[in-house]
């Protein structure tokens, strides 16, 4: 039995809660419950423009899994409430970024159907929900150790919505920044940020695959170079060591390189799995892709001539790591 | 606190369990077990040509639940199973189903987006599902009473599939069938299913809306009403009694009505909903559809012109109910 010993009406009850916290957190419903420690679930519905009944609907599944309680309209926070704010985010990658990989798992877990594009997941959905991801567990790690580097020209690899970028640059003058990333979307979304926060004298974004890179001019003189959630996307091993090398090569200047991301967790029995771990690692065995564990990275960096200087532990979600890594 | 005072680990860890039970049933998992007693995971992808690495993930959500237990790639039936395998069709209807409906509840639920066909749902999945639910909990409730009724001409609203029809037709020589639906998709099937079972000489299908039906020929001789499933789509009340009161008027020689249908709960706290009821009120409440509670139905068929002679509680989902009706 797993700790709560949860009945199948519980079980299936809790997925109507999973899917309403993401909602909830779309339309502002924590925001308003915090701020004023109650709210009118009809006043609420007509003030955003929401269907009153779906709305009702919506609060009886939260407060089903004791996330609010309510007395008739009425809604406050329930014994849940507080942590359920805070993974809000986490549902939200699991629901809404990758709701329709899970509905049609069926489907994509069929080998005749797996070739070419065979899965769809919503990437404004899963940036969203990453970019508060690294907010509320991330940057409290990364931000107090790239405090103690030294470095003038800044890239980042994967670089997506460019706010880690226009953060790192924007509160130091005279330092600059480089955006690399893929999809077409982050190119436009980042350089529009850019520009928005007046930094493109200073910061460039550029498109480019972080498991290929070529040699290019804008990559000499980058000395910090930071890469967040995509980690496992160097993998399988030898194309890790491959990319891991290359990237090594084209940065002929680079002094530190952070690199964070999720590994495959290792130490939970099936009923004591943490938060997210589960669903990030069902969807990227049903998406076909490998994700290493912690053991697995430091012979690679070696391999590829890294050094590792310092492995910082990273909460949530659980067994993510930050490497500090200097070339060997 | 809900019975199980789940954490917001569990209520994730939860939501995968239910889209792993419903791709579970759909590829032949639940079988298998309940078959020979366990299986192995890997053998098991490879006879049904499945990816093993998002099978091995599936088991370990189902494993998370008490679904099942494994060691290695052996599986066998945990706790839950038994209770999972029964109620297996009911998550598949909202996962499968429904799952894009509760993946795109943010902005199902702006008003601004309320118009038209403004939500999607599985139509295929939902009649798998119903189909599973009616022969799990519906027909040992509605085969006994039919057996007590003398009846040559039955017609089924909203038929469907067309089974229930085959069902009562094939069984007794001489009596006719006459399905009747909406959907150009049910009326293929079930023409398709009729022919397939030698019947399509007893069993006609004509399209109709059993909501605003028009006189026809074909309803004459009719004796036995029946409809499952979809009494609900008659309300709001005004137009339940009008529509009723035309099934009347349409059929000149019907003896018995049996009409069941799932109804609104009244009667649960948030904390202890029954499985299904949640996600059949929501969705219903989201797609903007009124749903009767029991004590509702009552004075409406008074009002439209029936006796009701008997109702017969259905267990699952919660608050179901088949009236056994007959012109006043």
Redesign the interface.
Known sequence: ???????????????????????AW??GFFDAIREHGSLDAVAFSADR???A??????V??L????IVS?DGDTVRPG??FA??DR?KS??HW???GC??L?????D?????N?SGSFYRRDAAAISVACREINAEWWDPVFLPVVETLDFQHVADLGCGSGERLIRLTGARPGVRGLGIDLADGAIEVSTKAVAEAGLSDRISIVQGDATALEPRPEYAGVDLLTSFMMGHDFWPRAEAVASLRRIREVFPDLKHFLLADATRTTAYP??E????S??F??AH??M?DYLPTLDEWGPVFEEAGWRLVEQYPISVPAESVMFHLTPA
Request: glycine share 6%; net charge negative.
């Open positions: 039995m797993n700790k709560s010993g949860a009945t199948m009406a519980e079980v299936y009850n809790h997925a109507l809660a999973a899917w309403s916290i993401s909602a779309e339309v423009g929401l269907d009944g779906s709305v009702r609907e919506l009886r599944a407060s089903s899994a004791d309510r014994p849940n942590e359920a993974s986490l549902f699991m629901t809404r709701g329709e899970f509905d049609t798992l069926p994509l877990m069929r080998k005749d797996r099936d009923s799995m943490p938060i997210f589960m669903a690692e069902f065995a049903v076909g």
